[in-house]
């Protein structure tokens, strides 16, 4: 179904051609029907008679009315209105209303339109290095990531998650190091990235022992052997090999155990060892077209476009014929144009690799993938309550589990507080469902440019932009449709609707509901999850607002039957928006 914009853009595109204005090169920008950002001008918006008006040489407002004259709109719009310099505004009728909203609730996409342009795209996330714990970093790119995934499928679009992890670099090269001088294999039996994660902070440590501002001779010693040591691994030693192959698969059954544990799903995982064989032949071809040239015995790319890359060149392989990450990034493109020819590459990676992914993207175009668009996705910074990167008691990044399994704690707790009467299992789901979907939405509803500030009270709030919120407002709708059956009212939630919109309040929430696709589109456009969510939030409180100002089970037929379905149409929005953020719901709170 089209949704109320795609119906009025019609209608205005119409009139347009019937006064002769030539669309031709026009941005759709300007011709854009959009939501009056006011509601007491209207519903929706026609701004493009301003700057027609001034590419044609003529009055704006003689234009509108010029429009006016040729809008066909009645089956929608109370008559329009010209305001200002030749604004449009229409304001819907409670006929249209009406009838939209009961093809809304008929519609198992909400009224959410398939996308005419699919397209395939790669999404480049969580990527965690192996042989380290999780931690609340890993938080952003999991949770952007998989929203980004399901908006963009939902939409229509073909979708490759691909978890690049960290498994071949110096990391990993600590850990095989320091293995048979600290590892522990009852310990690693335990928890296996918890004692991998150990040995390697020893090594980092020692890697890192600086005397007057230097590194000591120990460390600089160690930092070699731990680079000889990745080198062998490169390089096929059998005995590092075996040893990364085991630390590796001991890394993958936890990191899925946490994927399963948040819902976040993956279509594949390759990982840097994956595109190894291909590194020599990437320079080689680089070097053939002219494109990598020798500086200080390193390979480099350098670049005349953009201009803010020219004094930045990309270093391809180093003195000693070591590849880097760049290397990698760029057999990961060339393998992925390869295997599914994707129209789109996005990287959800933090704020700080800005600049790699910009000469990442550069050099891409440069070797001759011009037809694909890149795009990072970054993120800001997680941040402790004084301001700084939220850190654990110990002075460092808090472990993801220890995150998931206190957000859980705590939800449950609450629910335990608000019911008692529930049972145990009851309270252990309806604490995972809310703890996690806390943890998500804090995160989603940011600006996800920005850094934000962890705080456990506004993010298990039942007030106010969170989780518990939105969700508290779906329970409270399935709540009416439990007492409506205790008091024998028989409601057949799939038979087609019959709106009877008396009241300001439903119309005001039939209306919003109507806005849900623009504010799928809006998300994606950018990929701003917090428009889907700044939606959620205001939908809850014009529920809310509805469910104060209108009785529902107390109201005669027909308005009671017109409110209870207004009621579960408002509740599978909500289901379908917080599902899109990968949050769960719970029939009782």
């Not at 931690?135 to 980004?148: C, E, K, L, N």
């Not at 295997?339 to 440069?366: C, N």
Request: proline residues 5%.
């Amino acid at each position: 179904m089209q949704t109320v914009q795609q119906l009025l853009q019609e209608k205005i595109n119409a009139a347009l051609g019937a006064v002769g204005i030539d669309l031709s090169g026009v941005s759709p920008d300007v011709l854009a029907v959009v939501p009056c950002a006011n509601s007491q001008f209207g519903d929706y918006q026609f701004n493009g008679a301003l700057p027609l008006a001034k590419a044609h040489k003529t009055n704006p407002r003689a234009l509108a009315q010029s429009l006016l004259e040729k809008l066909e709109v009645a089956d929608i719009s109370a008559p329009p209105e010209i305001a200002g310099p030749g604004f449009i505004n229409f304001r819907l009728t409670r006929d249209f209303l009406e009838k939209a909203a009961a093809q809304v609730l008929a519609d198992e996409r909400l009224g959410v339109p398939l996308t005419a342009t699919p397209r395939t795209v790669v999404v480049d996330y969580p990527s965690p290095n192996v042989a380290k714990p999780l931690h609340v970093g890993h938080v952003r790119t999991m949770f952007i990531g998989d929203a980004i995934a399901r908006l963009l499928r939902y939409a229509g679009h073909k979708v490759i998650a691909d978890d690049h992890i960290g498994d071949w670099g110096t990391p990993i090269g600590m850990v095989i190091w320091g293995w048979p001088r600290f590892g522990d294999e009852n310990a690693f039996q335990q928890n296996a990235l918890e004692e991998m994660g150990r040995v390697y902070k020893i090594v980092k440590a020692m890697t890192g022992e600086k005397q007057d501002g230097n590194l000591t001779s120990q460390a600089k010693e160690t930092l070699a052997s731990v680079r000889e040591e990745t080198a062998k691994l490169h390089q096929g030693d059998k005995e590092n090999l075996a040893l990364w192959q085991m630390l590796r698969d001991a890394s993958q059954v936890e990191i899925n155990e946490v994927y399963e544990q948040l819902s976040i799903k993956v279509d594949v995982t390759l990982g840097e060892s994956f595109y190894h064989d291909r590194l020599g032949a990437i320079v080689d071809d680089l070097k053939a077209k002219n494109l990598a040239v020798e500086s200080e015995g390193a390979l480099i790319v350098p670049f005349q476009e953009p201009p803010h890359l020219r004094d930045k060149p990309m270093l391809v392989q180093k003195s000693d014929g070591s590849f880097l990450y760049a290397t990698t990034d760029l057999a990961t493109i060339q393998y992925r144009m390869e295997t599914w020819s994707p129209d789109e590459m996005v990287y959800v990676v933090g704020a700080p690799q800005s600049d790699h992914f910009r000469q990442l993207f550069a050099a891409a175009r440069l070797w001759g993938f011009e037809d694909a668009s890149f795009k990072h996705i970054s993120f800001g910074t997680v941040l402790g309550e004084d301001g700084t990167p939220l850190k654990s008691r110990t002075g460092e990044s808090p472990k993801l589990s220890d995150l998931l399994n206190e957000a859980q704690s705590r939800a449950r707790a609450t629910a335990k507080e608000k019911n008692a009467e529930l049972s145990e299992e009851q309270l252990d789901e309806i604490g995972r469902v809310i703890g996690i979907g806390a943890l998500k939405y804090a995160d989603l509803s940011q600006n996800r440019v920005s850094d934000y500030v962890f705080s456990w009270d506004k993010m298990l709030a039942f007030q106010g932009n969170s989780a518990p919120y939105l969700l508290n407002a779906y329970v409270r709708v399935r709540s009416i449709f439990r007492r409506a059956k205790e008091q024998g009212i028989d409601f057949d939630l799939d038979a087609p609707a019959q709106f009877h919109f008396e009241d300001a309040a439903e119309q005001e929430l039939a209306k919003f509901i109507l806005r849900f696709p623009l504010a799928l589109a809006t998300a994606e456009s950018d990929y701003r999850l917090n428009a889907i969510s700044d939606y959620l939030f205001e939908l809850a409180g014009k529920f809310h607002s509805f469910f104060e100002e209108c009785p529902v089970l107390k109201s005669e037929s027909p308005v009671r039957e017109s409110r209870l379905a207004l009621c579960e149409l408002t509740a599978r929005v909500l289901k379908q928006g917080l599902n899109l953020l990968g949050i769960e719901t719970v029939e009782q709170m």
